[in-house]
């Protein structure tokens, strides 16, 4: 079991050594066996868990549903970007209600709406004890001070603490990545990661590509890391900060990896002149830069390329399912293009151990069922998975005995 007083943050080679020191048996791939996922509207189709494992529609009926966090009244908020393109129909909704025996949500309630692309929200408490909303659409990041047990923002003048560029390439073009995400770290700074404008190109504006941490005011704004295309998934665990990162497209269908990071201040993880394949670091053709890649990071995980390496969280509970304890469960969104085929999948990732299936089933004989985007630890042996795809949020756990 990792000692999370022992970490320390941004040394993630401390950390690797540590987890590798815990994962010394050799994990076999998983067992997977149908399970049976019955919408309320009639439909049915199967996914493929561990017999041991149940997976229930915990709540239906959204569009592009996102990032999760809970509310410090125990409530779930949930983003939802409502569909590919730059728009202001995005909404946070509030999951309300949950009944363990049944592992559904009694209502789904909207929080805000006419938000642009919502990708991600979290809650963060003062040194006063005000607990403040934060919300991260496209063009912005914004606060307000939340009353607990509201259904409806109490707090009507909300802070703007940072703008972000918010023009690019289209969707279809492979450009222009909409997502900002935020996670707040245990030194009480908020951590955000701003995608890039394009595929591959050098960016006008600094902070694209990049990861920035601010205090929860807005104040001493600082750049944490750069050169990650596409880092949606970022999760402060412990000390560390992680994150995923998608690879450019342009490369063919077999490079790059997508890139899982423990994150380390002042790094360059590379892009768009260096990227990963096999764990390896290499120059990409289409970009010279006089330092080369001599000095680029290698990855702590990476997955198939166009898998679209979205949440995840991390189980390391003394009561966890063997199929997950000490690893990673990470979503693999899956490629725009379902005919690469890569993703659409939860796989357990742990440091230097191939990847394990834990959830498959989603792309079946070229018909889209879902794709998975964020993953949120309830327990030892549970957890929420949002599919922005079908518009649902599922819960995921060991079976009830």
């Known amino acids: 079991m990792l000692n999370n007083a022992a970490l320390r943050l941004f040394k993630p080679l401390a950390f690797s050594f540590m987890f590798i020191a815990c994962a010394t048996v050799t994990f076999a791939q998983l067992k997977l066996t149908p399970h049976k996922v019955q919408l ?35 409530r779930i ?21 949950f009944d ?35 919300l991260a659409e496209t063009h912005q990041l914004t606060r307000r001070k939340f009353t607990l047990g509201e259904t409806r923002p109490t707090d009507s003048k909300p802070e703007v ?13 492979g450009g222009w990545h909409l997502t900002r995400t935020l996670s707040f770290g ?26 920035i941490s601010m205090n929860p005011d807005g104040s001493d704004e600082r750049e944490i890391a750069r050169g990650l295309r596409n880092a949606v998934g970022l999760r402060v665990i412990g000390e560390y ?9 342009h490369l063919g269908l077999y490079k790059p990896d997508e890139t899982f990071y423990a994150l380390k201040a002042g790094s360059d993880y590379g892009w ?21 890649c001599k000095d680029v990071p290698a990855p702590y995980a990476y997955f198939p390329a ?24 990470v979503s693999l969104h899956g490629s725009t293009d379902k005919r690469i085929g890569h993703g659409y999948k939860v796989v357990v990732m742990r440091k230097g151990k191939a990847l394990q299936d834990l959830i498959t089933g989603f792309l079946t004989k070229g018909k889209v069922l879902g794709r998975p985007c964020d993953i949120m630890k309830l327990d030892a042996n549970s957890f929420l998975m949002t599919d922005d795809n079908k518009g649902i949020v599922y819960l995921v756990r060991r079976k009830i005995t």
């Not at 049944?102 to 805000?112: D, E, I, L, Q, W």
């Not at 603490?161 to 073009?173: N, Q």
């Not at 995608?195 to 006008?204: F, I, L, Q, R, T």
């Not at 900060?241 to 497209?249: E, P, R, Y």
Request: charged residues 25%; proline residues 5%.
């Open 241 to 249: 900060i992680f994150a995923t990162n998608q690879g450019v497209d």
């Open 77 to 97: 908020f949930v983003t939802d970007m409502y569909n590919l393109t730059d728009n202001k129909r995005g909404a946070v909704y509030i999951l309300d209600g």
């Open 272 to 292: 768009p002149y260096c990227y990963s394949s096999k764990g390896k670091i290499y120059r990409d053709p289409k970009f010279k830069r006089a330092t080369g």
């Open 40 to 74: 309320k509207k009639g439909k049915a189709f199967t996914l493929n868990l561990p017999a041991d494992f149940e997976i229930i529609p915990a709540a239906e009926g959204l569009k592009r549903v996102r990032f999760m966090t809970r509310s410090p009244d125990g």
């Open 186 to 211: 245990p030194d009480g700074r908020l951590y955000i990661s701003v995608g890039s404008s394009c595929d591959a190109c050098v960016e006008k504006e600094k902070v694209r590509a990049s990861i």
């Open 161 to 173: 603490l940072r703008t972000f560029p918010d023009y690019g390439l289209s969707y279809k073009y």
């Open 306 to 329: 166009h898998s679209s390496a979205l949440g995840f969280d991390y189980f390391n509970d003394e009561g966890a399912d063997p199929a997950i304890k000490d690893g990673f469960l």
């Open 100 to 134: 363990a025996k049944t592992g559904k949500f009694a209502s789904v309630t909207p929080y805000m709406t006419g938000l642009r692309n919502p990708n991600s929200c979290q809650f963060h408490t003062d040194a006063s004890g005000q607990v403040w909303f934060y």
